[in-house]
């Protein structure tokens, strides 16, 4: 008995399909940065400005998670936002180095962490230039990092998520998928 090609294909296809549908989730609901997939983290120079009188009290740096990796700058509101970090050592805590040190970036919404491995002197790379790498702590992930030209990510004015009267303006600095 010979069976044609379309025969030998459908039966192959067909089980796959069925295989697929059973996948469960892996990721918890409330984990939102637990999630796998196509994702990305932003790092980001924020200003967090008084929405009341338009001054600039201070800088801050932050990771901004989406779980859509295709993802365009000033496309909404992130899923996530890191803790609020700032560079303490230096006179006027300006944002964070991201270049030449591991910074580890806690989400208090999900209890996860990032590590971030930017490159020394990656902020002189051009736009979309290879700068360096993240990892995602609870499950290892690896991110590929990329530079980027300060493109404006998102404004958040209040109700922010730290509860204060200060919106936050953010600038991506890299990206990592």
Known sequence: MRLSH?????????????????IPEVAPRNGTL????????????????????????????????????????????PESLSSEYRNWDAQGAPPLTWEGRQQNIYFPDSGVTVQTHIDPG??????????????????????????????????????VPDGTQFSITCRVEYWCV
């Open 6 to 22: 379309l025969s030998l294909l459908s039966s192959a296809v067909i089980p796959a399909f069925v295989f697929a549908g059973t």
């Open 122 to 159: 990656a902020n002189n790379l051009g736009f979309t230039s290879g700068a360096g790498w993240a990892q995602r702590t609870s499950d290892k992930k690896i991110f590929n990092c990329y530079r980027d030209n300060q493109r404006e990510l998102f404004i958040w004015v209040p109700p």
């Open 34 to 77: 637990a999630k796998r997939g196509g994702e990305v983290n932003y790092l980001c120079n924020c200003d967090r400005i008084d929405y009341e009188t338009d001054y600039v009290p201070y800088h801050a740096s932050y990771i901004a998670w989406y779980s859509d990796g295709d993802h365009k700058p000033g496309d909404g509101l």
